[in-house]
C-alpha cells in the first residue's frame, strides 16, 4: 500500500501526480478504520484528505508552516507527518492528541482547539519570516463556520496592510460546524455552486470592450459590480486579499495547481492570498455524509453498521438541562435560548423544534452571543446563554463588561465543567469557577447530581442578577429530577452526613459538584462530615464558619482550579472572620491536565476516591479508622 511508505511529506513529494488519488483513497479508508476503533472527530477529517495531501505535496513543511484552525480536521495531516502508526492511541492517555500540539510534531506549527485563531496566528509567523528575512509562507486552514468568529475578521483586517505578507488563507467551505453553519456570509457563500455565472458576465463584458474601447472604465466598473454579486471575492478583495476560487476541494488536479500558483504569489511578495475550497464533511462514507452531525465526534463504533445509539437509564446533565430549558420556556414567555454553534452539544434540539421564534444560534461568536444577551435583557427578556465553560473563557470581558457590571438577569448554563477527558486541555472547564467567582453581582452554582441541576436551573433562572450553572459532561449518579420546577434557598448549602467522631479528630469534606459522592464514600471510611454547598457565590458564609467551629480539619473538595477556586473562597471566610484552621484544598492542580479517559484523568489528579482518602490521611496522619481498602493499599 502506498500509504505505507508515506513518514512525512519529503516522501509524500517523491510520488507522481497520478499517484496521488490511489493515496486519498488509502488515507480515507484508513482514517475510517483508525476512528471507529477509537472513537474521535470523523466526518470533519474524511473532508480533508485530498487538501491535506495537496498541502503537504506543495508547501514545504515544516519550514512552511499550516496552521488548523480548530484542529478536529487535522487527522490526514498527523497521518501524513509521521504518526500513522500511533492513531491507534488517538485522544486515550499518554497518546496522541485529537489536535494539533506543537509538542507533539514540528509539523504542528500551532496548537489549537477553539475556532477563529488561525489566522492571526499564521500572520504572525509570516511577520516573523519578513523580520527574520526567511522565505517560507503561512498556511491558514479555516472552515467557514470559524469564519464567524470576529477574530478571524479582525486579523484578516490586520492582514491587508501589509501588500507583501506571505500568508496563505485557505477557506475549507463545507456548509457546516459541529451543527449546520449559520448566518449572512454562510448564506453567501452557499449560493456559489461553481464560478460559471461570473465567467459568462466576464465573457460579456471582454466583448463590451472589444466592441467600444472608450467604454474601458465603465466596463471595469461593471465588472466589479458583477463579480461582487455573484461571487464572495469582493468581500475577501476589500480585506487587501487576492481570492482564488471557489474550487472543489477533493479534485487533486485542481487543487494542487492552484495552491502551487498562490504560493508562488505569496513568495514573490505579492501580498495575502486567499483560496476557496469547497468540501464534504464525512466525503467517501455514505453514513457520514448523510449524517456529518452525529459522525462529527463519534465513539468507537463498527464501520459496516455505523453508530448506534446505546440506551441509558441516566440521563446526561445536558438532557437535563435540555427539558428544563423546555419545561421554563413553556411557563415563561420572555425566556429566549442562546447558543454559539453548539445546538447538539449543549442540549438545544428539542427547544428550537418547539420554540424556534425564540431560539437563536449566532454562529461561533461567543463575545457576540454574550452581548447580544445583555442587549435581550436590557429589553425585558430572559436569556440563558447554553454554553461550554472553555468557551466562556472567550467572552471574559463581555461578560464583566456587557452584563456583570449593568447586573443582567443573563444565565449561563455552563456545560462540560470540569474536565472532559479526550478533548483534553484546550476544553477542561476547570477555571469556570475562580474567574466567574471574583466578578460583582455574579452567582455561581454548582449542583452535585442531576435532580440539583434541575433544581439550580430554575434557581438561577429566578435571580434577578447574572448567574451561572456548571455541570459536568456526561451522566451523574443518576438521580432523577423532579418535574416540577422547584428552587433551592439561594446561598444555603446542606450537611449530607455527620462525623461522630471525637473532637481532636474530626474533619469536614466541603464539596462542591459532583464531587460529593466521592466524599461521601470517603467520609464513610474515616468518619468525616460532609457539606454539599451547591454555591460558590453567595457561599454560605454560616455554613463554612460552623463546620470550623466544630471540626478540628476542614476539606475542600471541587472539580476546577484550586488555585483562585471554591477552596479559596472558604479561605477567605476564615481569613475575614478571624478563625484559624488546618484547611486542605483538593481540586486540579496548577497544570494543564491532558487528554485521556475521564476516569484516569480524576484518579491522576487525586480526585477519585482513593486519592482523596490519600490525601487527607497524609495530611491528617492521626485520622482514626481509615480503611485500606479505600486507600488502596
Known sequence: MTLDSINTPAELKKLTREELPALAEELRQFILDSVSKTGGHLSSNLGTVELSIALHYVFDTPDDRIVWDVGHQSYPHKILTG????????????????????????????????????????????????????????????GDSAMTGGMAFEAMNNAGVYDDLPLVVILNDNDMSISP???????????????????????????????????????????????????????????????????????LDALIPMLQNVRRLAIEGRGP?????????????????ADPV????????????????????????????????????QVDPILVGITPAMREGSGLVEFEKRFPKRYY??????QHAVTFAAGMACEGMKPVVAIYSTFLQRAYDQLIHD??????PVLFALDRAGLVGADGATHAGVYDIAFLRCIPNMLVMTPADEAECRDLLTTAFHQPHPSAVRYPRGSGVGTMPSTE??????????IRRKSNAP???????????????????VAEQIDATVANMRFVKPLDVDLVKSLANDHDYLVTLEDGAIEGGAGSACLEVLAKAGMTKPLLQLGIPDEFVEHGDYSILMAQCGLDAIGIAKSITERFPDLLNVKTAVLGK
Not at 456570509?185 to 466583448?207: E, F, P, Q, W
Not at 492570498?273 to 455524509?289: I, P
Not at 465526534?297 to 428544563?324: I, L
Open 83 to 142: 504518526r500513522r502508526e500511533k492513531m491507534a492511541s488517538l485522544r486515550q492517555f499518554n497518546g496522541l492528541s485529537g489536535f494539533p500540539r506543537r509538542s507533539e510534531s514540528e509539523y504542528d506549527a500551532f496548537g489549537t482547539g477553539h475556532s477563529s485563531t488561525s489566522i492571526s496566528a499564521a500572520m504572525g509567523m509570516a511577520r516573523a519570516f519578513q523580520t527574520k528575512g526567511e522565505k517560507h509562507v503561512a498556511v491558514a486552514v479555516i
Open 181 to 251: 453553519a449559520v448566518g449572512a456570509l454562510n448564506r453567501h457563500l452557499a449560493r456559489l455552486l461553481s464560478g460559471n455565472i461570473y465567467s459568462a458576465t466576464k465573457k460579456g463584458i471582454d466583448s463590451v470592450l472589444s466592441i467600444a474601447p472608450p467604454l474601458r472604465e465603465f466596463a471595469k466598473r461593471l465588472e466589479d459590480h458583477a463579480k461582487g454579486m455573484v461571487s464572495p471575492s469582493t468581500i475577501f478583495q476589500e480585506f487587501g486579499f487576492n481570492y482564488f476560487g471557489p474550487i472543489d476541494g477533493h479534485d
Open 273 to 289: 492570498q486567499f483560496l476557496h475550497v469547497v468540501t464534504r464533511k464525512g466525503q467517501g462514507y455514505e453514513l457520514a455524509e
Open 294 to 329: 452525529l459522525y462529527h465526534g463519534p465513539s468507537k463504533f463498527d464501520p459496516e453498521e455505523g453508530v448506534k445509539s446505546k440506551p441509558s437509564s441516566k440521563k446526561t446533565f445536558t438532557q437535563v438541562f435540555g427539558e428544563w430549558l423546555c419545561d421554563m420556556a
Open 361 to 366: 444560534d449566532v454562529g461561533i461568536a461567543e
Open 403 to 408: 452584563v456583570a457590571i449593568q447586573d443582567l
Open 485 to 494: 420546577l422547584r428552587t433551592i434557598p439561594l446561598g444555603k448549602g446542606e
Open 503 to 521: 473532637l481532636g479528630k474530626r474533619v469536614a469534606i466541603i464539596a462542591f459538584g459532583t464531587l460529593l459522592y466521592p466524599a461521601l464514600e
